[in-house]
């Protein structure tokens, strides 16, 4: 099993404030996948970064793909309650061809 | 937007029945694949289906476990003889091109062994 490891489980801020999640595996990844889930429903794809060092920016969300490929981080710039709500990360590692998922990172946003 | 659609979004068994949970995958895509959650942990890899046959399976997708293509549009989970633990929310997901591609994920179906 790959285990990618997600930081921090939980994380409560004030609206307006920024935010980081860490993903971290041993384990090198050929791409790496964030993923938020509302309660109820199945993970939504944010963004998918496959090259060692990229970052892609979605509006207020900035992900990081470590140099190495074995880790990647989520940035939220001031957040808002419409972003509460599970981050996952998922990575499909080297000669692997299947997807693992983190820990998550439950993230609420207070108002 | 396409979606995978999955049925039914809630099922209550008796321990020992068997279940089959339903996914209508989108239409153009060649990979499918089941995964599970129990409620607080973590989504958990069970199959992965391609060319009408499973490419991989975890330790989890024991002989309990079957996955079906009957036609050109469903895929389904079988489980044989439910145990109490089997209760999780269980989400299929479809990608285009490779296994490594983007996957889309059905809104799940809650299972409920009692």
């Known amino acids: 099993t790959q285990l990618l490891e997600q930081s921090p489980q939980f994380l409560s801020i004030q609206e307006g404030e920024n935010l980081t999640v860490y993903c971290n595996s041993s384990?090198?990844?050929?791409?790496l996948q964030w993923y938020r889930q509302e309660p109820g429903e199945g993970p939504v794809l944010l963004v998918t970064?496959?090259?060692?060092?990229e970052v892609k920016k979605l509006k207020r969300l900035t992900f990081q793909f470590g140099d190495a490929r074995k880790d990647s981080s989520l940035h939220i710039t001031a957040a808002q309650p419409g972003d509460t709500g599970l981050y996952l990360c998922a990575g499909a590692p080297t000669g692997a061809n299947n997807l693992f998922f983190g820990t998550g990172t439950r993230l609420t946003v207070i108002p | 937007e396409p979606e995978v659609t999955q049925t039914p979004s809630h099922q209550v068994t008796q321990m020992g029945q068997e279940v089959i949970l339903r996914c209508v995958p989108i239409s153009n895509h060649l990979y499918f694949y089941w995964y599970r959650q129990i409620l607080g942990q973590k989504v958990e890899f069970l199959v992965s289906?391609?060319?009408?046959?499973?490419?991989?399976k975890s330790e989890i997708f024991d002989d309990q476990f079957s996955v079906e293509r009957p036609d050109g549009s469903n895929f389904t989970l079988k489980i044989r003889s439910t145990k109490l633990e089997d209760s999780a929310m269980y989400f299929c997901?479809?990608?285009?091109?490779?296994?490594?591609?983007?996957?889309?994920f059905g809104s799940g179906t809650r299972l409920t062994v009692v």
């Open positions: 384990s090198v990844f050929s791409s």
């Open positions: 970064v496959v090259t060692g060092g």
């Open positions: 289906f391609y060319n009408n046959e499973i490419s991989e």
């Open positions: 997901a479809s990608s285009p091109y490779t296994e490594t591609g983007t996957r889309t």
